[in-house]
Nanobody, 121 residues
Framework: QVQLVESGGGLVQPGGSLRLSCAAS????????MAWYRQVPGKQRELVAT???????NYTDSVKGRFTISRDNAKNTLYLQMNSLKPEDTADYYC???????????????WGQGTQVLVSS
């Protein structure tokens, strides 16, 4: 059974920091690159950051230099350190595996409940 449990969201002022965590089942974590996604109500879910099995990372342009994705393979846990937060980072954040080559986010069937991040003064 696939389990994805996100945590660490909350209300933070602009310029602040948060660290998100994602506890994943070994079935999904041990054999896949992992990613953080975010979604604003009324908009499509977007890819924020990815990390390969060997630790190679990629980021969407809007978060480069501010967010850091990491993984602890011993704990099956994914992290997202978010610094210098901006109001436009406000969204529900989700973790999941990276889609298969050529596939889209829509191909991912199982999602956790997400964790809400609100950046506001």
């Amino acid at each position: 059974q696939v389990q994805l449990v996100e945590s660490g969201g909350g209300l933070v002022q602009p310029g602040g920091s948060l660290r998100l965590s994602c506890a994943a089942s070994g079935r999904i974590f041990r054999f896949n690159g992992m990613a953080w996604y975010r979604q604003v109500p009324g908009k499509q879910r977007e890819l924020v950051a990815t990390i390969s099995l060997l630790g190679r990372t990629n980021y969407t342009d809007s978060v480069k230099g501010r967010f850091t994705i990491s993984r602890d393979n011993a704990k099956n846990t994914l992290y997202l350190q978010m610094n210098s937060l901006k109001p436009e980072d406000t969204a529900d954040y989700y973790c999941n595996r990276v889609p298969a080559p050529g596939a889209t986010i829509g191909s991912l069937q199982y999602w956790g409940q997400g964790t809400q991040v609100l950046v506001s003064s």
